[in-house]
């Protein structure tokens, strides 16, 4: 690929700056998306770059301060297969749920456990406005639960008792001060 090619296309694609806990823009209820027009469809492309640059496999619209209900999702092995959620509905969820390891790109370096379904069915626009559901299970449906939190201003520390989200709480505090410095 030609280096003006390259140039051409970075200029299309941005990593857009993540908010981090406990910054409580994160906990602003996102609105629907009225239309997937334009605008959305750079953030749908600015929000895959930024997931990817970040190794994530997720990443909700709240996480780049949009509060409007838009994710993205990758969890295929050779990051090629993107999935996009624009103003998701959940209509079913199984019975059984399962406590699950989960990280945060919003909460970097802490994991935990969370209980989550272990299948969920969600009804949703895709990155053209057209509507779709996905029947997930595993990884995906963690995924989505996660990411649909976040569009409810929820973060995965908030299932924690408070004695770890403090802890969690003073912790980030003093590595965004260190990061200041
Ligand atoms: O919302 C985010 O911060 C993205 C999460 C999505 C996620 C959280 C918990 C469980 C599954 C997905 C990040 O991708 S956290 C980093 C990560 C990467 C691989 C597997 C688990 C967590
Ligand atoms: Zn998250």
């Known amino acids: 690929m030609s280096l003006v090619l390259i140039?051409?296309?970075?200029?299309?694609?941005?990593v857009l700056p993540l908010l981090y806990f406990p910054d409580p823009k994160l906990n602003t209820v996102a609105k629907p998306v009225q239309a997937v027009d334009a605008r959305i469809k750079q953030l749908i492309v600015d929000?895959?770059?930024?997931?990817?640059?970040?190794?994530?496999?997720?990443?909700?619209?709240?996480?780049?301060?949009v509060h409007e209900q838009l994710i993205v999702i990758d969890v295929s092995e050779d990051r090629d297969q993107a999935l996009?959620?624009?103003?998701?509905q959940t209509v079913w969820t199984s019975s059984e749920t399962h406590l699950n390891e989960e990280g945060c790109l919003s909460v970097p370096g802490i994991y935990d456990g969370v209980q989550r379904f272990d299948a969920i069915k969600v009804v949703a626009l895709d990155g053209e406005g057209k509507s779709r559901t996905v029947e997930a299970d595993k990884l995906l449906a963690v995924c989505i639960q996660h990411e649909m939190d976040h569009l409810m201003g929820k973060v995965f520390v908030e299932y924690l008792s408070p004695l770890k989200r403090n802890r969690i709480k003073k912790k980030m505090i003093k590595a965004q001060r260190e990061d200041a410095r």
């Open 7 to 14: 140039l051409t296309l970075e200029e299309f694609m941005a």
């Open 47 to 65: 929000m895959l770059d930024t997931m990817y640059d970040a190794k994530g496999i997720g990443l909700a619209a709240t996480q780049v301060n």
């Open 84 to 88: 996009v959620l624009i103003n998701p």
